[in-house]
């Protein structure tokens, strides 16, 4: 056993009410080929798989009631990308090539075999890169969860004093512990919650800004998603409306679902998990039944 997988033990055993929510969901780690310890969790059974990537610095255990509640019909999986969740710090590299590669090896870890893909946040971005650089011909559907997708006007942007932030140790900490009660509009289950602030706070400040650095015009994701010849559900806020409003107007009527969460936060899957697990349930569906991705 080596040392990461010992403090994972340790972890499993101080945050035992944390992680074991229900028996279904099980804790698996491999190791990436740059030797990175990645985490994941695994709900359900059968050849068709709902694969979650969650957000910035957000874990895996954010998709509880996804895994919960999806995996009677599917098989469900949700990854904690690297330096996230319950996956190992690492000073490697996070840059994008790196975090879809990550991906990439996860689906050939994990041997899945035709699946949707599900994007909350930035991982909304990783998902349409992953796609444009690796072209997955198992892919049956992507599920595109409060991000932009380069339609439209370009969102507001960060405030400039963010690097400054990150890199004050009291600031940093200030902000995740807002950040993460800020992703909701109702009170989370704190089994939930607790999970996303231990994330947030455990990324160090360069990870931090690293992660939100991505090097692609608006229009990368834009161009990526229109040649995606594959069901898309955007499930978002309506302050993304003039984008789902573009997608409905460009892609077939077969190729595009959109699900709009009046009352939810950002983690709307999570203020509404039953009005999501619903969604998801009926888009994937449709989606199986679809042919191959062909772009």
């Given at each position: 056993?080596n040392?990461?997988?010992?403090?994972?033990?340790?972890?499993?055993?101080?945050?035992?009410?944390?992680?074991?929510?229900?028996?279904?969901?099980?804790?698996?780690?491999?190791?990436?080929?740059?030797?990175?310890?990645l985490?994941?969790l695994?709900?359900?059974?059968?050849?068709?798989?709902?694969?979650?990537?969650p957000?910035?610095?957000?874990?895996?255990?954010?998709?509880?009631?996804?895994?919960?509640g999806?995996?009677?019909?599917?098989?469900?999986?949700?990854?904690?990308?690297?330096?996230?969740?319950?996956?190992?710090?690492?000073?490697?590299?996070?840059?994008?090539t790196?975090?879809?590669?990550?991906?990439?090896?996860f689906?050939?870890?994990?041997?899945?075999?035709?699946?949707?893909?599900?994007?909350?946040?930035?991982?909304?971005?990783?998902?349409?890169?992953?796609?444009?650089?690796?072209?997955?011909?198992?892919?049956?559907?992507?599920?595109?969860?409060?991000?932009?997708?380069?339609?439209?006007r370009?969102?507001?942007?960060?405030?400039?004093?963010f690097?400054?932030?990150?890199?004050?140790?009291?600031?940093?900490?200030?902000?995740?512990?807002?950040?993460?009660?800020d992703?909701?509009?109702?009170?989370?289950?704190?089994?939930?919650?607790?999970?996303?602030?231990?994330?947030?706070?455990?990324?160090?400040?360069?990870?931090?800004?690293?992660?939100?650095?991505?090097?692609?015009?608006?229009?990368?994701w834009?161009?990526?998603?229109?040649?995606?010849?594959?069901?898309?559900?955007?499930?978002?806020?309506?302050?993304l409306?003039?984008?789902?409003?573009?997608?409905e107007?460009?892609?077939?009527?077969?190729?595009?679902?959109?699900?709009?969460?009046?009352?939810?936060?950002?983690?709307?899957?999570?203020?509404?998990?039953?009005?999501?697990?619903q969604?998801?349930?009926?888009?994937s569906?449709?989606?199986?039944?679809?042919?191959?991705?062909?772009?």
């Open positions: 056993m040392r990461f997988q010992q403090l994972l033990g340790i972890l499993g055993l101080v945050l035992c009410p944390f992680l074991l929510w229900a028996a279904p969901v099980q804790h698996h780690t491999f190791k990436t080929s740059d030797g990175v310890r985490h994941y695994e709900a359900g059974t059968g050849p068709q798989t709902i694969v979650f990537i957000g910035w610095l957000m874990p895996a255990a954010v998709f509880e009631q996804q895994l919960i999806l995996s009677k019909q599917y098989r469900v999986l949700a990854l904690d990308p690297r330096s996230q969740g319950l996956s190992e710090l690492t000073k490697l590299s996070h840059a994008p790196r975090r879809i590669k990550d991906m990439d090896e689906i050939k870890f994990a041997k899945i075999k035709e699946y949707i893909l599900a994007g909350w946040s930035l991982a909304v971005l990783e998902s349409l890169d992953y796609v444009a650089n690796y072209a997955p011909k198992d892919l049956r559907g992507l599920i595109l969860i409060d991000n932009s997708v380069g339609e439209g370009p969102p507001a942007g960060r405030k400039s004093n690097q400054q932030t990150m890199n004050d140790p009291k600031k940093r900490e200030q902000y995740m512990r807002t950040f993460s009660q992703i909701y509009r109702q009170t989370p289950p704190p089994l939930i919650a607790q999970a996303v602030l231990d994330s947030a706070l455990r990324a160090p400040a360069n990870v931090a800004i690293q992660l939100l650095n991505q090097p692609y015009p608006r229009e990368y834009r161009e990526t998603l229109e040649k995606q010849k594959i069901p898309v559900l955007f499930a978002v806020r309506p302050w409306k003039e984008q789902a409003d573009a997608l107007r460009k892609r077939a009527p077969e190729l595009i679902t959109i699900a709009m969460f009046e009352q939810a936060g950002h983690a709307l899957f999570v203020d509404e998990p039953e009005t999501f697990n969604a998801v349930l009926s888009f569906k449709r989606a199986f039944a679809q042919p191959r991705n062909n772009p």
